[in-house]
C-alpha cells in the first residue's frame, strides 16, 4: 500500500521557520519524484516545489525561490521541506505527492497545517 505522510506543521511568528517531511512507503522511492503543494482555505492547490530523486533536481515556485529549499534522504524514504523566513501568507495545509517526474503525481498525503503569525 501506497502511503505518504506529512508532518512538521505547526504555528510559528512570521520570520520563524519549520520543516516539514513527507515520509513515503509502499513505492520505489528514488525512481520517484516527490512535490510539495499547498492550499490556503478559499483559495486553489498551488505548486511549492519539487525534487526528482533519480537526479535530485529541484524546482521552486517564485513565491517561495530563496526562503524554501527541499531535499531527499533516499535511505529514509523521507523528503523535506525546509522553509524559512516564513510570512503569513504562507498560511496553508501543505501536501506532498509522489509521481513518476514533477508535474504528474499518482499518490497524495493527507496533508499538514502551517499557520504563520503576523
Known amino acids: 500500500e501506497v502511503q505518504l505522510v506529512e508532518s512538521g506543521g505547526g504555528l510559528v511568528q512570521a520570520g520563524g521557520s519549520l520543516r516539514l517531511s513527507c515520509a513515503a512507503s509502499g513505492f520505489t522511492f528514488d525512481g520517484y519524484a516527490i512535490g510539495w503543494f499547498r492550499q490556503a482555505p478559499g483559495k486553489e492547490r498551488e505548486g511549492v516545489s519539487c525534487?526528482?530523486?533519480?537526479?535530485?533536481?529541484?524546482r521552486y515556485a517564485k513565491y517561495v525561490k530563496g526562503r524554501f529549499t527541499i531535499s531527499s534522504d533516499n535511505a529514509k524514504n523521507t523528503v523535506y521541506l525546509q522553509m524559512n523566513s516564513l510570512k503569513p501568507e504562507d498560511t496553508a495545509a501543505y501536501y506532498c505527492?509522489?509521481?513518476?517526474?514533477?508535474?504528474?503525481?499518482?499518490?497524495w498525503g493527507q496533508g499538514t497545517q502551517v499557520t504563520v503569525s503576523s
Open positions: 525534487i526528482t530523486n533519480t537526479d535530485g533536481l529541484t
Open positions: 505527492a509522489a509521481g513518476e517526474k514533477c508535474g504528474r503525481y499518482d499518490y
